[in-house]
């Protein structure tokens, strides 16, 4: 009983210092986000909110939220549009090329993202899209879709085919079986997908570099560019607004649809 209760101790101080190390970033940029002074330091001489007052006030950091907003709104609702067929014919169907497909779907995690936006700023400059709202969807689809891919496959797999052989042979169609059976069954894996993508391209920096210019700047790049001349509290405190808009849709998302288990299943 005493080598279990110190195994469990020696375990329970292994993982609060991991998760203190894991949070810590966190916790100072926190703490920083309250100072009141005119520049980044830590720890921090005094208290205000100052700081986020001039977070709201910035008209970079506004309209790099709203760049970033409908940028991500409208690349979550195309890779989803996308991923979903990708997901069918890659879990349902046989044939041949299917091993290369996928692979090709899922290359763009393996590839590293400056290599992307190189890339992407090649083959968008002619056309020309960059410095473009859909300049930016585009290039972020190409990160996206497959974390859409990826879960709604796991959602297929997870799901009883059973069902919609039952309403193949009751006489529905192709559409009526996806609409009344697949898709329900898909659900959690297809938002949480969504969600993911959504998550993606609001926060994606490095491919943004490349293809944003002067007219539509995404708020990664606007927070870099601002923190190339100045560094004070503020961004810190947009940094805070940031985490806490990630966690509370995770958590909305977790509660509604289970996000964690269908990322389990994955």
Same mark, same amino acid.
């Given at each position: ?18 998760? #203190?190390?894991?949070?810590?970033? &966190? ?9 009141? %002074? ?9 208290? %205000? ?15 790099? @939220?709203?760049? %970033? ?37 899922? =290359? ?5 993202? &400056? ?6 700023? #090649? ?34 797999? =997870? ?21 009344? &059976? ?8 297809? @938002? =949480?997908?969504?969600? &993911?993508?959504?998550?993606?391209? @609001? ?8 293809? %944003? ?17 100045? =560094? ?19 958590? #909305? ?14």
């Amino acid at each position: 009983m005493t080598t279990r209760r110190l195994t469990g101790a020696v375990w329970a101080v292994v993982l609060t210092v991991l998760y #203190l190390f894991l949070l810590a970033p &966190i916790l100072v940029v926190l703490v920083e986000s309250f100072d009141h %002074s005119t520049y980044l330091r830590f720890p921090p001489e005094g208290f %205000s909110l100052e700081s986020y007052r001039q977070v709201f006030a910035n008209d970079a950091f506004r309209e790099g @939220f709203k760049v %970033s907003g409908i940028t991500a709104a409208v690349t979550a609702l195309l890779a989803m549009a996308t991923g979903v067929p990708a997901a069918l014919a890659l879990t349902r169907l046989r044939f041949r090329g299917r091993a290369a497909i996928e692979a090709v779907f899922l =290359s763009p995690l393996l590839v590293p993202h &400056i290599v992307l936006g190189l890339a992407l700023l #090649l083959i968008l400059a002619p056309i020309p899209l960059t410095d473009t709202y859909w300049g930016l969807i585009l290039a972020h689809l190409g990160v996206s879709v497959p974390y859409v891919v990826r879960t709604v496959s796991a959602a297929l797999v =997870s799901a009883d085919p059973r069902a919609e052989e039952a309403a193949r042979t009751l006489g529905a169609n192709g559409l009526r079986t996806f609409w009344r &059976i697949t898709l329900p069954a898909i659900r959690p894996g297809l @938002f =949480s997908g969504g969600v &993911i993508a959504f998550l993606l391209s @609001f926060d994606e920096t490095v491919i943004s570099l490349f293809v %944003s210019g002067q007219n539509t700047v995404p708020l990664p790049v606007a927070v870099l560019q601002y923190v190339e001349y100045r =560094s004070d509290p503020s961004v810190a405190s947009l940094s805070v607004l940031l985490v806490l808009l990630s966690v509370v849709v995770v958590v #909305l998302v977790e509660r509604g649809l289970g996000l964690r288990r269908t990322l389990r299943s994955g």
